[in-house]
């Protein structure tokens, strides 16, 4: 068996020799990825964000133990996208997972951002499909944070969870953020601690604020409490969390999410090429040296350069177009 | 007077107010950023970097002091680029800064992330434009945390310092995510607690590790001790930053510095305007809509999909190329 065939059968070491080329952004890997891509599209992606301390960490060990209960293969990808300093705390977590860990249907993978300017979120996409193939029927993907790069990763998933804790009081601060609109289920954890209730009345206060969500969808994020110290709560999040993607399956949004995620993906890797192929351009070609030269030199602003280029580029496809209607005639 | 010439002459609610519109990424900023390009070039950039909690905003402020003191006018822009929920430790650092907040030639200004995508890089160059053509001979750019965000907003700087702490031990983290690459001056802050010359003993160590600098620069960065305490070091390091500003000029560096810096910023803003461009397209022109159709349902791996697209514009180019050739003949 070769790789593929072995990542295919869900052999845990080949599957996570391909997720470290991945995260190492390996050329080689993007041929990989060709091969893989035709056999993704079965698993559910789950996206778990939240604060630093909230407990999801523990709160995502959980909730994988309730899914194989269920009988169903799991895949968890826990990210990190902060700066190599504060990398520590992570690994500890994750030894938190060690009784799952003799399960061989969970495979349980930290990703980390290794310097590579914006290839963290490419890296946790290529993972989650790589996880897809190998047969799992749920990907946990859990980010630390709610910034834009949480959003972004978040956005991959087809159901996202929003883990926060009572007397955090930052649901304005989530709303802010963008990731209020694309919870699909709000979770207060450690809701043993006083003023849990509070919090899932402010999180339905800000949820009453935010206003409808994007396009058709008419799902109204449930509001959950629960504690890792006496599993309440993991069961109805289990739950919501089925009853979510099926929600998505009927009314014909996954197609929708799944392209949005796709096109996202090609823009990134595009943009990405484009720019590796300017580079190369701007050493081998005069012509764009000197106009790159005016652009350092103050004589050309970078807003103007850059619509001079689509402007280019919109003609381009233009002349293309007309060229093919003449043909046809 | 306008906007623009009040900036020019240093107003500094004028300078306040177009940095909140460029940092809000307000669309009509870019007509601003247009009229402003043509006079920046002057200001020196610094850029000042570091985990959290090796006291960078004191640093800055002392360092501010001092270059006062030389006479030079200068602007500090504390960034942050962390989750809207770890937003509060900054305003605190900056209220440290107040000392300095009644010198009409010193403009502080704290800058966040505020949600948009690959936004805060941007904002901050032109925050340090506006800056730059406000008169500030001198623009501080600090930034939390030594991750790839902060690599590249110190790349926009001409000047690069990276702060560590005794007893921190993460040089060598420090060059796994390329800072060490990047650092013209390396300090040692809080020098007075133990372990200081250990620290400058193992940056020193990493620094022989890391071998030679990009292209043809020689220079080595100066390994320097210093505590906001007694205000050990500070002399030296305003010196250094000045020294090192004398070497990129007179090496002939400062225009490739430059160069860099705005091949980057356009790239940023063309492949921003080239995303918009397409999800503008995906929404009007059916024949996009089709093949955008099949990446997200997996008929096409968004790896191919983007060298199709980089094979068409490479064949429009020399299309192009060869109709002008034709042209002149």
Redesign the interface.
Known sequence: MNLFEKIKAGDICSIARLISKVERRDPEV?KA??EI??H??NAHLIGITG??GVGKSCLVSELAGKFREKNRTVGILAVD??????GGALLGDRARMIELAGDKDVFIRSLA?R????GLSAAVSDAADILDMSGKDLVLIETV????G???IARLAHTVLLVLMPGYG?AL??M???IMEIADILIVNKADLSGADEAVAELSTVQGFQGMREGQDKWVAPIIKSSTLDGEGIEDIAGAVLKHFEYVKEQGFL?KK??????N???D???Q???D???RL?KVDAGIQRW??K?????L???????Q??EL??N??EQ?RDSRKRTRK
Chains 1, 2 share one sequence.
């Open positions: 993007i990825i060709k891509y035709p993704c599209g604060p630093p996208p902060s700066s190599p300093f504060s951002s310097g590579a300017s914006g944070g709610v910034g834009q949480e959003v972004d930052d601060q989530a802010k953020a963008g197609r799944n392209r949005d995620r796709r096109t993906q090609f823009l890797i595009f943009t090429q484009i720019r192929e300017f580079m701007v790159v030269d652009i350092g030199d103050l004589e602003d970078p807003y103007s350069a850059s619509e280029v689509i580029l919109r381009a496809r293309e």
